[in-house]
Antibody, heavy 121, light 110 residues
Framework: EVQLVESGGGVVQPGGSLKLSCAAS????????LHWVRQTSGKGLEWIGR??????????TYDASLEGRFTISRDDSKNTTYLQMSSLKTEDTAVYYC????????????WGQGTTVTVSS | QSVLTQPPSVSAAPGQKVTISCSGS????????VSWYQHLPGTAPKLLIY???KRPSGIPDRFSASKSGTSATLGITGLQAGDEVDYYC???????????FGGGTKLTVL
């Protein structure tokens, strides 16, 4: 079964850092591009960024408003992608999802169940 | 303010049809494929449509979509109570070099 499972969410103080993980199974992880998307409270889906595969030199792209505070990485030996978040703000409180594309030519057809991050003092 | 503009809400009676619009520009919808997602907050989003008008395996033909110029439209027929969730359009934006989502549309089945 193709699956993504996020972990690492929790409560963190403003200005703090947190690293989320997304473990993959059921597909060839090393060949896949992985995305991170979040849904903030009361708002819609917001794309955070993506990391491409080894053929594309693990290139990363981010939403301009988040670049510099958020960093995406991956470890193909562990079939895991990571989202390192720093200088967190209360508005970063959200459910964070990782997603990828496996069976379709466009879009993201595989999503994790999400992990909740709460930034609060 | 989302790059892609969707109506905040739409509504229709059970069994009826509803359409959800997604308006963009030449740097996003006008030049790239559009995808549509169904999302119940707190759960994993589901891909409904990819490449403008194609349904992934398992998505019923009650869901359809089209694209014209810098706008896209999602159509849902035979509305059911279970369709009462949020819907998002998504594409790539060449100017931003980023994936962009619409602001989302909440569907109410009256």
């Amino acid at each position: 079964e193709v699956q993504l499972v996020e972990s690492g969410g929790g409560v963190v103080q403003p200005g703090g850092s947190l690293k989320l993980s997304c473990a993959a199974s059921g597909f060839i992880f090393s060949g896949s591009t992985l995305h991170w998307v979040r849904q903030t409270s009361g708002k819609g889906l917001e794309w955070i960024g993506r990391i491409r595969n080894t053929i594309n030199n693990y290139a990363t792209t981010y939403d301009a408003s988040l670049e510099g505070r958020f960093t995406i990485s991956r470890d193909d030996s562990k079939n895991t992608t990571y989202l390192q978040m720093s200088s967190l703000k209360t508005e970063d409180t959200a459910v964070y999802y990782c997603a990828t594309r496996q069976l379709t030519t466009y879009g993201m057809d595989v999503w994790g169940q999400g992990t909740t991050v709460t930034v609060s003092s | 303010q989302s790059v892609l503009t969707q109506p905040p809400s739409v509504s229709a009676a059970p069994g009826q049809k509803v359409t959800i619009s997604c308006s963009g520009s030449s740097s996003n919808i006008g030049d790239h494929f559009v995808s549509w997602y169904q999302h119940l907050p707190g759960t994993a989003p589901k891909l409904l449509i990819y490449a403008n008008d194609k349904r992934p395996s398992g998505i019923p033909d009650r869901f359809s979509a089209s694209k014209s110029g810098t706008s896209a439209t999602l159509g849902i027929t035979g509305l059911q109570a279970g369709d009462e969730v949020d819907y998002y359009c998504e594409t790539w934006d060449s100017s931003l070099s980023a994936v962009v989502f619409g602001g989302g549309t909440k569907l109410t089945v009256l």
